[in-house]
């Protein structure tokens, strides 16, 4: 099974810089994609940054310039560092990673637990 771990949430002012991480463990043979959503309250979950393998990476229009996404595929862990955070990033954010666990040749999409991000004064 594989498990995800996220960490870094918390409450900061408009203005201010966060940085989340989602460790993936367990038996884990490799990973594809790597990726954080998000979902305020009353709207739907939606895709904040995207990054492939080989380190490609695209962003929603709304964080361009201001979060930036990365992995580290020894600690088969993904970051997201946001900078100059609105109150509109307020949200509970989820990392996704598809991997292929070792007992199995098919690759699934497994998720955080999500953290909460609050952007307020």
């Known amino acids: 099974q594989v498990q995800l771990v996220e960490s870094g949430g918390g409450l900061v002012q408009p203005g201010g810089s966060l940085r989340l991480s989602c460790a993936a463990s367990?038996?884990?043979?490799?990973?594809?994609?790597m990726a954080w959503y998000r979902q305020a309250p009353g709207k739907e979950r939606e895709l904040v940054a995207h990054?492939?393998?080989?380190?490609?990476?695209n962003y929603a229009d709304s964080v361009k310039g201001r979060f930036t996404i990365s992995r580290d595929n020894a600690k088969n862990t993904v970051y997201l560092q946001m900078n100059s955070l609105k109150p509109e990033d307020t949200a509970v954010y989820y990392c996704?990673?598809?991997?292929?666990?070792?007992?199995?040749?098919?690759?699934?999409?497994?998720w955080g637990q999500g953290t909460q991000v609050t952007v307020s004064s």
């Open positions: 367990g038996s884990i043979f490799s990973i594809n994609t």
């Open positions: 990054i492939t393998s080989g380190g490609s990476t």
């Open positions: 996704r990673v598809r991997g292929r666990p070792t007992t199995s040749v098919y690759y699934y999409d497994y």
